[in-house]
Nanobody
């Protein structure tokens, strides 16, 4: 069973930065796509950013220019650098890994941005 463990969440002021990391129990080169999603209270889970096995990235419009996703196939991690954080970025952030038609999820890490 694949396990994804997120870390790096916390409380930050508006305009601040956080770096989230996701450590996989398997070699991540097997995953075609890895990414970060988030879910705010009362809202549906939404895509934040993805990176495929070739290094191509995709971002939600709301985070473009502020967030950067990266994957390290040696350390088996995928990271999300979040800059210029806004209160609307407050959510639980989940790591995701896709293997064929199977999706794996981490347990989530809370990010809270105070105004």
């Amino acid at each position: 069973q694949v396990q994804l463990v997120e870390s790096g969440g916390g409380l930050v002021q508006t305009g601040g930065s956080l770096r989230l990391s996701c450590l996989a129990s398997e070699r991540i080169f097997i995953f075609s796509v890895m990414g970060w999603y988030r879910q705010a209270p009362g809202k549906q889970r939404e895509l934040v950013a993805t990176v495929d096995s070739g290094g191509s990235t995709n971002y939600a419009e709301s985070v473009k220019g502020r967030f950067t996703i990266s994957r390290d196939n040696v350390k088996n991690t995928v990271s999300l650098q979040m800059n210029s954080l806004k209160p609307e970025d407050t959510a639980v952030y989940y790591c995701n890994a896709a293997f064929g038609y199977v999706n794996y999820w981490g347990q989530g890490t809370q990010v809270t941005v105070s105004s």
